[in-house]
């Protein structure tokens, strides 16, 4: 897995949310440079976990789909009958 890299306007809007974490939760200010700093932590230290769970719940529903599929084309078969010689 490469590492995780947000545009500009994504780090700017996740910066703001952390902020607004320390503000709201922890009645704490943090700058922007500490928000950066935590979000670039958080992202290499416990991103890859996030990551991995998504690629297990998108593999989860492709193996779902994949059996509904085939059930779709079972049902959509046509009767047939076998002429005994």
């Keep these: 897995m490469s590492d995780i890299e947000f545009t500009s306007e994504e780090k700017e809007i996740l910066v703001h949310k952390i902020q ?6 922890l009645s704490e200010d943090i700058g922007q440079f500490d928000a950066e700093f935590l979000l670039d932590f958080f992202s290499k230290e416990i991103g890859s976990y996030h990551y991995n769970r998504g ?3 998108a593999r989860t529903l492709i193996e779902e789909n994949a059996q509904n599929i085939t059930q779709t084309f079972y049902e959509m078969e046509k009767p047939t009958e076998f002429i005994k010689s």
């Design 20 to 25: 607004s974490y320390f503000h709201k939760e």
């Design 55 to 57: 690629l297990q719940d």
